[in-house]
């Protein structure tokens, strides 16, 4: 079994994983995903082949870290001044995202590095963090609010099921629909 080393923050390490990451997205530009090897992208980053090896084990686990930086949020939900409309316009963002060609992409690549699952429990965990914010902005405002894991059972699984496994990209009735029935109930 292949032991990778633990990325280190910082120095080096960051810029030789920003060189990487960066081969990777004009690799996949120039020649698609189905072309890519290590040798390929290390000659891209001027690395070793070795080095990506030592840090990411293997191809799909590379696509994997490079597609959790990519879904990462560039940008906190949008406070539309209400709990509802705040999970109604953030759902329906990721609904059009990840329903996307190339979101599809990037969360298939997430899910083909299974030797570790941890890229996809840090997917969830940018879930977790913005649905969070909409929450503490809620209650500021003095709303009753559901918690996170409510809402990403209620609102978050079905979107992303409809997308992985029916091929549907949920439109904004259901996501509508599914934020109404997560906040059903709130006192």
């Keep these: ?26 690799l996949q ?29 293997d191809l799909p686990e590379l696509l994997a870290d490079v597609a959790v930086e990519r879904l990462r949020p560039d940008t906190p939900p949008r406070d ?14 990721i609904a059009d995202e990840y329903a996307s060609v190339p979101g599809r992409a990037l969360i298939q690549d997430v899910l083909a590095a299974n030797a570790t ?17 909409v929450i ?20 978050m699984a079905p979107i992303l099921y409809r997308i992985l496994f029916l091929g549907d990209r949920p439109d904004k009735a259901r996501v509508k629909a599914l934020v109404a029935r997560a906040l059903q109930g709130l006192a």
């Design 1 to 26: 079994m292949i032991r990778k080393e633990p990325l280190r923050p910082g120095g080096r390490s960051a810029r030789v994983q920003a060189s990487v990451h960066q081969a990777v997205r004009a």
């Design 29 to 57: 530009a120039r020649h698609g995903r189905a072309g890519l090897t290590i040798p390929m992208i290390a000659a891209e980053a001027g690395v070793t082949p070795s080095t990506l090896y030592r840090r990411w084990g």
């Design 80 to 93: 539309t001044g209400s709990l509802r409309g705040d999970l109604e316009h953030w759902a329906e963002q």
């Design 117 to 133: 699952p941890e890229r996809a429990y840090q997917c969830c965990a940018f879930l977790r963090e913005a649905l969070g914010l």
């Design 136 to 155: 503490l902005r809620a209650q500021a405002r003095g709303e009753p609010t559901p918690d996170v894991e409510m809402l990403i059972d209620g609102v």
